[in-house]
C-alpha cells in the first residue's frame, strides 16, 4: 500500500464553491503534512503544512489532519479560475524535512469560469 | 526571489548515453532533492544530500547517480539512459529543518 493515496481526479467545479481536497495515509507515524500546488509546465510550490492533528486557516485555504482517521483535506472556499491546478499531499517525518517527502499522486483541479 | 534552476525544461537522447541534469540553487540551502514525475505515478523521491559530498538514496534510486561537489549545485546522472527515465525530472532544495522545499521547473527528459 503506498505511503500517500490521492483520488487523481480531475476534479471540476464552478467558480465560487468550496472545494474539498483529500488524501489518506497508512502509517500513524507520520506527523507532519504538507499541501503543494502545482501549475501547468512548473515545479510543486508549498501551499500550507500542518503538524499533528487539527486545522490550520490561511485566507481561502484550510488544511485539516483527523489522526483517527487517518485522513488530510484541502478546503478551498470562494474558489477561483487561478486555483486550477494540481494538488499534492505529502508527509515527512518528524525531525525535519531532511530525509524528502513522499508524496500522493496529486488531483486535478479545474475551477469553471 | 529564491531560486532553483535546472539546465534544460526539454532534453533528448538515445538509449545507452550518460545524461547529466543540472541543478543549481541560490538560496544557500543544506537539502536538495531529485524526483522524478510520471503520470499515474506522481513525485517520486531518487535521490537527496544533506551536505556536500553526501548522498542518500530515495525511494528509487536503481539506474540513477547523483554529485554535489558544491553546496549550490546538485547533478543527477543515468549512467547508461533507458527508455524507462523518460520522464519529469524536478529538483527541489531546503533549509536542513524545513518541509518547505522550493522546485525548479523541472526538465522533460525523452530518452529514444
Known amino acids: 500500500q503506498k505511503e500517500v493515496e490521492q483520488d487523481p481526479g480531475p476534479l471540476s467545479v464552478p467558480e465560487g464553491a468550496i472545494v474539498s481536497l483529500n488524501c489518506t495515509y497508512s502509517?500513524?507515524?507520520?506527523?507532519?503534512f504538507m499541501w503543494y500546488r502545482q501549475y501547468s509546465r512548473k515545479g510543486p510550490e508549498l501551499l500550507m503544512y500542518?503538524?499533528?492533528?487539527g486545522n490550520k486557516e490561511d485566507g481561502r485555504f484550510t488544511a485539516q489532519v483527523d489522526k483517527s482517521s487517518k485522513y488530510i483535506s484541502l478546503f478551498i472556499r470562494d474558489s477561483q479560475p487561478s486555483d486550477s491546478a494540481t494538488y499534492l499531499c505529502a508527509r515527512g517525518y518528524s525531525g525535519g524535512g531532511a530525509d524528502g517527502l513522499t508524496f500522493g499522486k496529486g488531483t486535478h483541479l479545474i475551477i469553471q469560469p | 526571489d529564491v531560486k532553483v534552476t535546472q539546465s534544460s525544461r526539454y532534453l533528448v537522447k538515445r538509449t545507452g548515453e550518460k545524461v547529466f541534469l543540472e541543478c543549481v540553487q541560490d538560496?544557500?540551502?543544506?537539502?536538495m532533492f531529485w524526483y522524478r514525475q510520471d503520470p499515474g505515478l506522481g513525485l517520486r523521491l531518487i535521490y537527496f544530500s544533506y551536505d556536500v559530498k553526501m548522498k542518500e538514496k530515495g525511494d528509487i534510486p536503481e539506474g540513477y547517480s547523483v554529485s554535489r561537489e558544491k553546496k549550490e549545485r546538485f547533478s543527477l546522472i543515468l549512467e547508461s539512459a533507458s527508455t524507462n527515465q523518460t520522464s519529469m525530472y524536478l529538483c527541489?532544495?531546503?533549509?536542513?529543518?524545513?518541509?518547505?522545499?522550493?522546485f525548479g521547473p523541472g526538465t522533460r527528459l525523452t530518452v529514444t
Open positions: 527541489a532544495s531546503s533549509l536542513p529543518t524545513s518541509y518547505e522545499q522550493y
Open positions: 500542518t503538524y499533528s492533528s
Open positions: 538560496m544557500d540551502h543544506e537539502n
Open positions: 502509517n500513524s507515524a507520520f506527523q507532519y
